[in-house]
């Protein structure tokens, strides 16, 4: 062939690949005889892949226990993964309050309830406060997946606003306490500094933002604040 035998670098092995494919040199050995002149076939289209499911912001359900089942099982919800670990509603439907809360904490998820540990042992007191036992509030999480780390915004919060208003209509609660942001800026578009301190409406249901007892464990002087916010919303209709 002429020329120096020697080592081939990579951009050298890469060109010469790239010549030889252009030459259709396409295989090591060819025992028959090739027809150079034959015109190249045209590569047949392969249909493209099944796009994904879209997500489903708005499910169809009738009932708040279908509705439930859904939340437990859905591939389709934001920040959902095979691996991804579920805090479920609980309390009764109906309940005289609907506690929604951030997404789950480590201690929610080691408690198996959206809200856990100590902020619970608080969030009772507070239910104490107004009346109420623990097991007539539904509480429930903005999000049910446990993901540390991650936080809802954009679209997520977004989809998680529509399931959330669902969520209101199917339980039927007489009050909804929002505690944190989260639920205060997806359903109110507002922190909880801004939308303390009065009375919104979600789905009809008279609705009241606070703090999250999270942070009344660590700002112990909003405690106060939390306090007028639960007699907000135990105020009777006007």
């Known amino acids: 062939m002429g020329g120096e035998l020697g080592s081939v670098g990579e951009a050298e092995a890469r060109s010469a690949l790239g010549w030889w494919l252009q030459a259709g040199v396409d295989s090591v050995l060819q025992e028959e005889p090739r027809n150079w ?16 499911p879209p997500n ?47 997404s789950p904490a480590l201690e929610d998820y080691a408690a ?14 507070m239910l104490a406060a107004i009346g109420l036992r623990a097991d007539q509030a539904y509480c429930a999480s903005l999000s049910p997946i446990h993901a540390p780390g991650a936080r809802l915004a954009g679209k997520a919060r977004d989809d998680y606003a529509e399931i959330a208003r669902r969520h209101v209509r199917l339980a039927q609660p007489k009050r909804l306490l929002l505690l944190g942001d989260g639920p205060s800026l997806a359903l109110l578009g507002k922190p909880v500094a801004q939308a303390r301190g009065h009375v919104h409406k979600v789905e009809g249901v008279r609705t009241v933002v606070t703090f999250h007892p999270r942070h009344l464990i660590k700002r112990t002087l909003d405690k106060s604040l939390a ?11 006007s």
Do not use: F, Y
């Open 37 to 52: 002149l034959k015109p190249a076939q045209r590569m047949r289209a392969t249909a493209p892949e099944a796009a994904p």
């Open 56 to 102: 489903i912001t708005q499910p169809s359900h009738e009932t708040l226990t279908e509705l439930q089942d859904w939340l437990a099982t859905s591939a389709h919800l934001p920040l959902a993964n095979v691996t991804a670990r579920r805090i479920l509603p609980c309390g009764p439907e109906n309940a005289p309050i609907m506690l929604l809360s951030d």
């Open 112 to 125: 198996g309830q959206p809200i856990g540990g100590d902020a619970w042992v608080l969030a009772q007191r």
């Open 227 to 237: 306090w007028q916010d639960l007699l907000l919303l135990m105020e009777e209709e």
